[in-house]
């Protein structure tokens, strides 16, 4: 982040610190729908639209290191095994044989030099070119060459390994945008994979993820973890093109963020600037990565899916080498026994929250300025999915204009 960035962004702090309203040119926003987290509908249309057509982080090049290596990835509900391949190259591929559709892998992960169909044996090498089949003489006109796996588009960002079931998808790089650009200062090229886990949790996945999308509630929800080291009305929330924002609040002086309060033998990552290293910052990737990206870490959290009213949530610790020490991880406690006390007080409430949507008595959602970035994934999320193709009663207008995406913002003609 430039010294002009900088300057703009703790101008803006103050602005939020100093006004009365919301910006004048900010609109009032519409109620969200209560059946965008309770309706089978619009769940589908999330699973046709959503989570087929977005990037979507599946893994860390350290969990298939050389060529060989092997990762089941069903998170999106999709059979897909992720391939390291002789050239280096990270391929991704629906673990689907051409033959009549076993799977060509069936542990979680692993080193093969060959992907070989268990079922009647059909064999393929690591860019998913079919080799050989048993018996190829009692198949008329096989033609090897149009039964490959069936790929799946795959592209990593530094050592992060994405997919994408849609063909048709921008490429990664033209996804995050000027994201991209923005976490170059983070060295996504050099972080190593400290920590993985995931925990279901018994509500819709975008009530647990919308609580890590606001600052709105950290006075309340979390007094004495998150409170005293963020200064919510200093808070500046941007939205970025393609669905995706962040936040950023400054420390108060004196502070230090949650990780090094835990650890303080961690190394730093050298590149990060004063906006990260000064404030709590938290980027939300459309759809369901939100991290808080600091001078030690890269922690992911991801929300996935597992029924109308049931999701995984997912804790992921990604950091430059911590040599001998033990490496870190930030979001859970005894080594993936249970939750860090941030997410703990996070996820207190999304049983009930759900318990309150499929009531009779739930309306909607009524959303401040403050709560902007949920507005805006909904809108964003509708504008992927096709505005047609929702009931009208799950719709949520498009209200905030270009006016308000990156490197728009009415706020700086104000300062
Ligand atoms: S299904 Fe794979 S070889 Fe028959
Ligand atoms: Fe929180």
């Known amino acids: 982040m430039d010294a002009q960035e900088i300057k703009a962004l703790k101008a803006l ?7 009365t309203t919301p910006p004048a040119s900010f609109p009032a926003l519409p109620d969200l729908p209560g059946g965008r987290y309770t309706d089978p509908e619009f769940m589908a249309l999330e699973r046709a639209h959503i989570w087929r057509k977005s990037w979507l982080l599946a893994a860390h090049i350290d969990e298939l290191p050389e060529p060989g290596c092997f990762l089941l990835w069903e998170q999106a509900d999709q059979p897909v095994v992720i391939v390291h391949s002789e050239t280096g190259q990270i391929n991704a591929f629906y673990n689907t044989c051409s033959h009549r559709g076993a799977p060509v892998v069936t542990e979680p992960s692993g080193k093969k030099l060959r992907l070989t169909c268990r079922y009647h044996g059909w064999t393929y090498n690591h860019d998913g070119e079919l080799l050989s089949v048993r018996d190829p003489e009692d198949f008329k006109d096989l033609d090897f060459s149009c039964r490959s796996l069936s790929s ?7 050592n992060l390994i994405f997919v994408n079931f849609d063909p048709d998808a921008p490429t990664l790089l033209d996804w995050l945008g ?7 200062e983070f060295r996504f090229d050099q972080c190593r994979l400290a920590a993985r886990h995931q925990f279901t949790l018994n509500c819709n996945w975008k ?3 919308e609580a890590n999308t606001e600052v709105y509630h950290v006075k309340s929800i979390h007094p004495s973890t998150v409170a005293p080291i963020l200064d919510d009305r200093r808070n500046v929330n941007t939205l970025y093109p393609n669905g995706h924002h962040r936040m950023v609040a400054p420390r108060p002086t004196g502070t230090v963020s949650t990780l090094e309060q835990q650890r303080s033998d961690l190394p730093e990552i050298a590149s990060v600037g004063e906006i990260a290293r000064t404030c709590t910052q938290s980027y939300g990737l459309f759809p369901n990565w939100v991290s808080p990206l600091s001078a030690f870490a890269i922690p992911p959290l991801l929300f996935w899916p597992k029924g109308i009213d049931q999701c995984v949530l997912e804790t992921w610790t990604f950091a430059p080498d911590w040599g001998e020490q033990p490496a870190p991880d930030l979001w859970t406690e005894d080594q993936g026994a249970r939750l860090a006390q941030v997410l703990r007080e996070d996820t207190e409430f999304g049983a009930w929250i759900q318990k309150s949507v499929n009531s009779y008595g739930f309306k909607g959602v009524p959303l401040s300025y403050q709560e902007a970035r949920i507005y805006y994934w909904h809108q964003s999320a509708d504008a992927l999915i096709g505005q047609d193709n929702i009931p009208k009663s ?3 207008p498009p209200v905030i204009t270009d006016a308000w995406i990156y490197p728009n ?6 300062l």
């Open 178 to 184: 000027p994201i991209a650009d923005e976490w170059a």
């Open 152 to 158: 799946v588009r795959c592209e990593q960002f530094g």
């Open 409 to 414: 913002d009415p706020r700086r003609a104000e």
């Open 207 to 209: 009530i647990a993820m």
């Open 394 to 396: 799950l719709q949520v």
């Open 13 to 19: 702090m103050e602005y939020e610190a100093s006004r």
